[in-house]
């Protein structure tokens, strides 16, 4: 099931940028790429997803490769609190069958 | 913002006994899914439900079962407990399909 490939882990200097890939060779036309992460225990958050645009919101940028067989998710000033594990999951959207595979997905450390 | 209410947060049953999940989806969201996540492991899609009929079923073991009442709400039911079922039970809510929204999950523990 696994549809997407990312580092097992990375670790960030605190206020710098950090920048997570996410290799999604076998995308279709119609899955968007999704990232979530999970703190220690806690739910999945959901964090940001495009379909073939770069995407930012209050919380991260997602830049996606023109062919769309990659992404990179920037945390643009990363904190102690953004340690966590980062999941890129390709998924539909807008259908009843919007399950999410999370795979190995990133963990993230942020040092001061 | 409302979120994602799920009960209890933590749960202590016996092997061979029963508990009962329940999932409080954020307000007019159609849609809720269950995820597993035992001990270091990645969360694991079990079952949804959308407009409170089944879309979708993942790995869920035949003794699990899981419904969604006319309030939206559903629950997730497990019987004849193993000690394997011990993990992170999650729930997550959608409108129409878009990003989904995750409670703290239900902690459960069989001893």
């Known amino acids: 099931d696994a549809k997407t490939t990312q580092p097992t882990s990375m670790d960030c200097a605190e206020g710098r940028a950090a920048n997570l890939p996410c290799n999604h060779s076998?995308?279709?036309?119609?899955?968007?790429v999704y990232w979530y992460r999970q703190i220690h225990s806690q739910g999945p958050q959901y964090i940001i997803h495009?379909?073939?645009n770069n995407e930012t919101n209050e919380m991260a940028s997602l830049i996606i490769t023109e062919d769309r067989k990659s992404s990179t998710l920037i945390l643009p000033h990363a904190t102690l609190r953004d340690t966590a594990v980062y999941y890129c999951?390709?998924?539909?959207?807008?259908?009843?069958?919007?399950?999410?595979?999370f795979g190995r997905g990133t963990q993230l450390t942020v040092w001061p | 913002a409302a979120g994602v209410i799920q009960s209890p947060r933590h749960l202590i049953k016996e092997k061979r006994e029963t508990a009962t999940l329940k999932c409080y989806p954020i307000?007019?969201?159609?849609?809720v899914y269950w995820y597993q996540q035992g001990p270091g492991q990645d969360p694991q899609f079990l079952i949804s439900?959308?407009?409170?009929?089944?879309?979708d079923k993942g790995s869920i073991p035949d003794r699990f079962s899981a419904q969604q009442f006319s309030d939206y709400h559903s629950e997730l039911n497990m019987s004849s407990l193993e000690l394997g079922d011990s993990a992170l039970y999650f729930c997550?809510?959608?409108?129409?399909?878009?990003?989904?929204?995750f409670g703290q999950g239900t902690r459960l523990t069989v001893v």
């Open positions: 307000p007019r969201h159609d849609t």
């Open positions: 439900f959308y407009e409170k009929m089944q879309s």
């Open positions: 999951i390709v998924t539909y959207r807008g259908s009843t069958l919007g399950r999410l595979y």
């Open positions: 076998t995308i279709s036309g119609n899955e968007y």
């Open positions: 495009g379909l073939k």
């Open positions: 997550a809510s959608s409108l129409e399909g878009a990003e989904a929204f």
